[in-house]
Structures are given as C-alpha cells and as structure tokens.
C-alpha cells in the first residue's frame, strides 16, 4: 500500500520527497516575546522547513487547584512538585504573541502553525489562516476536538504517543469522517525526555500501512538519531523541540534541540532520504570507475610461448584489468601462446 503525497503551504509530504523538519517551540519561550521571535530566526537559519506552537490557556487545560491529582508527583518525572495549572499557565503561548510570531515566519520563509487544545483555540486559528493542525498525543483520544479539526478541512497531524491500536483507530476514524483527506501519523514516546530503547520505530511502516497514512515522528529523546533512523523506516515528518539554549532553562528545556543540532538534523536527515534509493545491485555508475581496483589475473614473470601457467608467474594481483581470480584454478597447467612480459592482463587470447 502506498499512501498517496499531501501538501502543507505547498510543501510536500510523501515517500518521494524528503522528511518536513517542524521546529516545536512550545513553552521554550520561557514568557518571553523576544526570546520566542530569536527561536523563529533560529529555527529559519537552521533549515528547518516549519515552526509550530501550541495554542491554549492554563485554565482550558485544566483547573486552578494545587492539591492531590492536580500536582505532578511521580518523582521520575521532569516536572514533579508542580501543579498542572502553574506548569500550564509557565509554558502557555499569549495569544497576542501569535500573530507577530506568525509575520516573523512569513518574512523568514517558514510554515507556521498550532496545537490547538480546544475549540476556542481552533476558532482562532482558524482567524489566523492556519494551513494545517496538530493534535496532541494527550488530545488523541479526544474525539470531539478530533473531529472539530478535521471539519476545518485541513491537513492534520496527528501524535499517537500512548494511543492503543483501537484508540488509535477511533481518531482516525472520526478525523476522516469529519472531513480529514490529509492525515499525517507521528510516532511519539510521551515521556520526557524519551528514551531510544522504548521509542519502537518498527512501528512506523506499520502504522503507515494499517491506516494508508504517511508518517513521522514526534521526538521527546536527546540528539537527532533516532529521527534520523526513522527517515530509514518512512518517517517524511519530523517534530523536535528547540531552543535557543538548553541551559537557558525552561519546562521543556531539557528535551529540546540547541539550533546548531537542529541543523544537523535537518541535514542528516534529508542525507538518509537520499541514501534510501531503491533495490539496486551492481555498480552504480560513479562506482564503475573503482572496479578498476578490483584484484585480476596477471602474468607476474617474463614468461615464453609455450611455457605453462603456475602459481609463481600467474597471481591475482590489482588492478582489474584482466581475467576474474574465478578462473585461475581452471587455467594452471595451460600454455601461453606467445612472448609476454611480466605485468600483461591475462586475457582469454594468450592462452594457447
């Protein structure tokens, strides 16, 4: 099966074409407009293709309470001791701060667009001219926002991070029949950050397959290598976090890309793509030039016509100019036909 190609801004997104880089900005804005507007100028210098934000309220997420399930509390997590509504209200982007930060992208050549975490949110994107959504892994099982995306009649991608094979199923279902023709799949690990033993990228041609969907990854682990290995398996989409420095702090710091590692993966991963070629056997043709370093059968001593061929004053020896190494058991014991100085290519025409 193989998904049909689909376009975001005019950008394509398919098997043929190479992975779309999507710079994920999320809270590493750290309440600053400036430091939001240097990540755009980063994330466009970088080579990224796309910058995305995420577009809610702490108080459409959840509610202003500091007690019991409302905190973070598992110790192993990035956030712990915090309530849900202060970690929401710290890495929520203004609303005000869309539109500058969209005019910025416009100027520098990148797609932008959200996570909407609501409907609200989605009204308001949709005011903005959005060409395309995303859908949260948290979102993913939640069908009536699923759906009120997909009636926007855009491109929509969506994470799968923690979605069983039958929620997975329900989301896709409701985006379609909401009105979804573009659906794009991210792989993702909702923890933070990931790690590459529990990231399962074999998953990605078979959620490819299963749903007839091109594919991606939405990356939570240090580095760019597990994004680049999912190019190998069919990923054409690719969402890291970044920021201007990990030291700088932040609540998404510390799975985040600095701009530098963000170039290299937009470069390593447009290099796996093109590695990726097609079932091919035999030398390509700038490979042809090298066979001439392959090991051949040449005459090693000043040899005399009628003289036999031996181990001593036959070898197989660079470069390949002559008769294949297969044949030199087959020609021991035959004659040369004539004169030959040592150093000739052995060639089917002094055997005698």
């Known amino acids: 099966?193989?998904?049909?190609?689909?376009?975001?801004?005019?950008?394509?997104?398919?098997?043929?074409?190479?992975?779309?880089?999507?710079?994920?900005?999320?809270?590493?804005?750290?309440?600053?407009?400036?430091?939001?507007?240097?990540?755009?100028?980063?994330?466009?210098?970088?080579?990224?293709?796309a910058l995305k934000l995420q577009t809610y309220t702490a108080r459409s997420m959840t509610l202003n309470l500091t007690g019991?399930?409302?905190?973070?509390?598992?110790?192993?997590?990035?956030?712990t001791g915090r309530s849900l509504f202060d970690l929401y209200q710290e890495a929520h982007t203004p609303a005000e701060w869309h539109r500058p930060i969209f005019n910025r992208c416009a100027e520098l050549g990148l797609v932008v667009f959200s996570t909407p975490f609501d409907d609200e949110a989605v009204d308001f994107l949709e005011s903005l001219g959005v060409?395309?959504?995303?859908?949260?892994?948290?979102?993913?099982?939640?069908?009536?926002?699923?759906r009120r995306v997909a009636a926007t009649g855009k491109p929509v991608i969506l994470s799968t991070g923690g979605a069983t094979l039958s929620e997975l199923e329900e989301a896709v279902t409701a985006a379609r029949e909401a009105g979804c023709a573009d659906l794009v799949l991210l792989k993702c690990t909702t923890t933070y950050p990931a790690m590459p033993e529990n990231t399962n990228l074999s998953?990605?041609?078979?959620?490819?397959?299963?749903?007839?969907?091109?594919?991606?990854?939405?990356?939570?682990t240090a580095g760019t290598g597990v994004a680049v290995a999912a190019v190998a398996l069919g990923a054409r989409v690719i969402e890291k976090h970044v920021t201007l420095r990990r030291a700088d702090g932040g609540v998404d710091s510390a799975f985040s890309l600095e701009p530098e590692e963000l170039r290299a993966l937009v470069v390593e991963s447009e290099r796996a793509?093109?590695?990726?070629?097609?079932?091919?056997?035999?030398?390509?043709?700038?490979?042809?030039?090298?066979?001439?370093?392959?090991?051949s059968l040449y005459v090693a001593v000043d040899m005399r016509a009628?003289?036999?061929?031996?181990?001593?004053?036959?070898?197989?020896?660079?470069?390949?100019?002559?008769?294949?190494?297969?044949?030199?058991?087959?020609i021991l014991g035959r004659r040369v036909r004539r004169d030959t100085p040592a150093g000739t290519a052995l060639t089917w025409d002094l055997l005698d």
């Open 306 to 330: 009628g003289e036999p061929f031996t181990r001593q004053n036959l070898r197989a020896v660079r470069p390949g100019l002559g008769l294949a190494p297969k044949h030199l058991d087959a």
């Open 68 to 79: 019991g399930e409302f905190m973070v509390t598992d110790p192993a997590n990035l956030w």
């Open 273 to 295: 793509f093109q590695a990726l070629g097609r079932v091919h056997y035999g030398p390509t043709e700038p490979e042809r030039a090298s066979l001439r370093y392959r090991r």
């Open 203 to 220: 998953t990605i041609p078979h959620m490819s397959d299963l749903f007839d969907v091109q594919v991606g990854i939405s990356d939570h």
């Open 1 to 49: 099966m193989t998904s049909r190609d689909i376009a975001i801004a005019g950008r394509r997104i398919g098997r043929r074409h190479p992975p779309f880089v999507i710079a994920e900005m999320s809270g590493n804005h750290n309440q600053s407009l400036d430091r939001a507007l240097a990540i755009v100028q980063a994330a466009a210098q970088a080579g990224a293709h």
């Open 131 to 146: 060409p395309a959504y995303k859908i949260a892994s948290g979102e993913c099982t939640n069908l009536p926002l699923v």
